[in-house]
């Protein structure tokens, strides 16, 4: 429950404030925004762990490796898929389901694991968080070379002229 709940709030915020201003005007944006929205979020929440816990120490050390980087894995999935929803000619209502969907299941499986405490599950735990970084960066190199592709295009217009 708990990932619905994040990444529905994240997706709200994302969407109703970031998604409709003049400045998103690239793919790479969708992303920014996410990954901003979703880093404000673990910031509270983490306090709101810490703060309450006995032994705080250990738990914003573990939150601060684990938690934090989480979110904004999550939220390049969100940015994604976002950006393809902002941009497309059609079927643009599809990503913008699977800009909240993708989260909430990547969330979940993240949760799932690492709340089990299943001894072995560590592993699994591990390669999840490699697959999450493998895919993130994936998607997120593919928006940075699009807008260097698209800086460029205006810088050789602007010296043409």
């Given at each position: 429950?708990?990932?619905?709940?994040?990444?529905l709030f994240?997706?709200w915020v994302?969407?109703?404030?970031?998604?409709k201003i003049?400045e998103y005007?690239?793919k790479l944006d969708g992303i920014i925004?996410s990954v901003?929205t979703s880093l404000g979020?673990?910031?509270?929440e983490?306090?709101l762990y810490?703060l309450n816990?006995?032994?705080?120490?250990?738990t914003?050390?573990?939150?601060g490796?684990?938690?934090?980087?989480?979110?904004?894995?999550?939220?390049?999935?969100?940015?994604?898929?976002?950006?393809i929803?902002k941009?497309?000619?059609?079927?643009?209502?599809?990503?913008?389901i699977?800009?909240?969907?993708?989260?909430?299941?990547?969330?979940?499986i993240?949760?799932y694991?690492l709340?089990?405490?299943?001894?072995?599950?560590?592993?699994?735990?591990?390669?999840?968080?490699?697959?999450?970084w493998?895919s993130?960066l994936k998607?997120?190199?593919?928006?940075v070379?699009e807008?260097?592709?698209?800086?460029?295009k205006?810088i050789?217009?602007n010296?043409?002229m």
């Amino acid at each position: 429950m708990a990932g619905l709940t994040e990444e529905l709030f994240k997706f709200w915020v994302t969407y109703n404030i970031a998604f409709k201003i003049y400045e998103y005007n690239e793919k790479l944006d969708g992303i920014i925004y996410s990954v901003f929205t979703s880093l404000g979020f673990a910031t509270a929440e983490n306090l709101l762990y810490v703060l309450n816990q006995r032994n705080f120490i250990y738990t914003g050390i573990f939150r601060g490796i684990f938690s934090v980087p989480g979110h904004m894995l999550f939220a390049i999935s969100m940015g994604y898929y976002l950006s393809i929803a902002k941009f497309a000619n059609d079927k643009g209502s599809t990503y913008l389901i699977m800009s909240l969907v993708i989260p909430i299941i990547l969330h979940g499986i993240y949760d799932y694991i690492l709340f089990s405490r299943v001894y072995g599950y560590f592993i699994l735990f591990i390669a999840f968080i490699l697959f999450l970084w493998k895919s993130g960066l994936k998607k997120l190199n593919l928006y940075v070379r699009e807008s260097k592709e698209r800086f460029e295009k205006i810088i050789n217009i602007n010296n043409f002229m």
